[in-house]
């Protein structure tokens, strides 16, 4: 590994984008601005570190493309992250990312090492997270008996406190675009930690809202202003987290949610056990008969407050790790987001308000 400075990242940087074709333009003029104090790895040194790029080394395999785990010279443990030549992201994707995570730090989000750009090889090196990512945890029937509400609850704080941070802590304001479960890590001690910014963008100034006509996320953790119209803010992200709440609540997957005496997303199931009184009905049967039932209904009345339908009436990072965290009394929650009534003809697609926006939306199978 050699430490590079800013004309060679910069360089290296306007070098892939020369390379880009027919991608939208992003707001990222910090690009040739800011300095960017992110070391360069060679890819003889990334070869070496996961023997060749070798099948028995991978981690896994997402949008950007393969992820393989490495040992460094010095012993430390990475995760590398190659773009395929054929990924649904691009080079605009990986510029993000090297831009968005060299600039943060925080103990909830995913640290990165480095990168490589060798021709038409471009690879991302991170901390390697040895629990793997939490939908593994939630949705696979093994891996979930050994998660308990401690460390659930603990997950859930832990991404509201990285969200927040995003947010409003940061030097940058962050707008994620694409949280879901599998784009959440877990260290050796069970700690969340964001990743995958490729699609995040930057907020400066006033603004609060931005549109797209580029949609391009995960179905299930959109949320409805974002899937139908374009418009994004930080009460999109809201509207992911709170789908992951409930998700860690109950084990199951948003999308794909099927129940039999009724035809509800889990958004919708959740919400009409909370208005039936039967909110704790949701909870995973693993470990139901051992949590603390008070940190239980308050996640899940959190969570339903962040998936309500208008973006308005979402609370803010904030306002939610605050409610997290107290015993002090909250709103009712309206609505969530796609939820429909029984007599309503039911559409497992994603359902989207009129709208004068023409919209494409690309959707992003989890990992």
């Known amino acids: 590994m050699n430490p590079t400075n800013d004309s060679i990242i ?4 306007q070098l892939a984008s020369n390379q880009s074709l027919g991608l939208e333009s992003k707001h990222n003029s910090f ?3 800011d300095h960017l104090d992110l070391p360069f790895f060679g890819l003889s040194t990334l070869s070496v570190a996961t023997n060749d790029f070798s099948t028995n080394n991978k981690l896994g395999e997402g949008g950007f493309g393969p992820v393989y785990k490495g040992f460094l010279e010095d012993g430390r443990e990475i995760a ?14 990986f510029k993000n990312e090297v831009i968005f995570i060299s600039r943060l730090q925080h103990r909830n989000l995913v640290k990165m090492l480095g990168f490589c750009i060798d021709e038409t090889e471009k ?33 859930i704080n832990g991404i509201a406190r990285g969200l ?5 802590d940061s030097r940058l304001l962050i707008i994620h675009r694409d949280l879901k479960a599998s784009n959440i890590l877990l260290d050796r001690d069970m700690n969340p930690k964001i990743s995958d910014f490729g699609l995040a963008r930057s907020f400066g100034g006033n603004e609060t809202e931005r549109n797209t006509k580029r949609v391009v996320g995960t179905y299930g953790y959109m949320s409805p202003e974002y899937a139908g119209d374009g418009k994004f803010s930080i009460k999109s992200d809201v509207f992911s987290f709170g789908v992951m709440i409930l998700e860690i609540v109950s084990g199951k997957r ?41 940190e239980v209904m308050r996640s899940i009345h959190v969570g339903l407050l962040c998936v309500q339908h208008s973006p308005n009436d979402r609370p803010d990072m904030a306002m939610a790790v605050m409610m997290l965290s107290s015993d002090g009394e909250l709103p009712q929650p309206k609505r969530p987001g796609f939820y429909t009534e029984p007599s309503s003809e039911y559409s497992s697609s994603v359902q989207t308000p009129n709208s004068n926006n023409d919209v494409t939306v690309s959707l992003l199978t989890p990992r």
């Open 123 to 155: 690879l991302l090196v991170y901390e390697y997270m040895p629990n793997g990512s939490l939908d593994s945890y939630l949705f696979e029937e093994t891996k979930s008996k050994t998660l308990d509400w401690s460390q659930r609850f603990h997950i």
């Open 164 to 168: 927040l941070y995003l947010h409003q």
């Open 31 to 33: 690009v040739d601005e």
């Open 10 to 13: 910069q360089n290296q940087l």
């Open 80 to 93: 590398v992250k190659r773009l395929s030549l054929c990924s649904t992201q691009g080079v605009e994707e």
């Open 254 to 294: 948003n999308r794909g949610f099927f129940h039999l005496s009724h035809r509800h997303s889990l958004l919708g199931h959740a919400w009409k056990l909370y208005v039936e009184g039967k909110a704790l009905e949701l909870v995973d049967e693993s470990f139901s008969t051992s949590c603390d039932k008070f």
